[in-house]
């Protein structure tokens, strides 16, 4: 990433809206989990839960929720897509093990284990063949955050998708120690273009 393009400046306007933010929120407990800010939006402490649409299935069912994208700067809305329930399969030399895969890949991406899929975790089949419709009809509230995600203008993958572990602890860290002042926004995105974003 070279010094000065347009993905540089987008994460330095977000690190300074950050900052701004740091000051009108409370410093978190280190043992403030995922569960703590749901329950908080749940009880009503905070307006806004970011969370996967998977997430939904633990929001209090009376609240009356909507699902909205990550907005831009030129206010086009951004859809975080995840890669997680793809199936990858390695070419093998031994053809019993390679029928072996093939047979359990068509049983992943069989109609009932897609619906099961869909109906229990939120997630969006991997077979396109699968009838959204039909089965968001038994949950529609997966059904509006579906059509709001497709309805981006931009799509982007989630970290998880990208990244390795370690690296997003590392830019974690790199954000809580830019916040306390111990590192500047220059060294930031240096480590940044480093780790070749």
Known sequence: MAAGDE???????????????KTVSSVEDQDYTHRDKVRSF??????????????QQLLHPNLNVGYALFPTEDGAGVGMVSAC???LVGDSADEKKKQACIRFLKYMLSEPV?????????????NPQIDLEEVYAERPDLY??????????????????????????EYSRNIEDFLQGEITLENFLQDIEKKGK
């Open 85 to 87: 329930t793809g199936y």
């Open 7 to 21: 993905s540089d400046q987008e994460l330095a306007r977000a690190l300074d809206r950050l900052e701004r933010l």
């Open 144 to 169: 509006e955050a579906y059509q709001v995600v497709m309805g981006a203008e931009k799509f982007t993958e989630i970290p998880a998708s990208r990244w390795n572990s370690q690296w997003i602890e």
């Open 42 to 55: 749940n009880i009503g402490h905070s307006a806004i839960c970011v969370n996967g649409v998977w997430g």
């Open 114 to 126: 897609q619906k099961r899929i869909l109906r229990e975790t939120g997630q969006v089949p991997s």
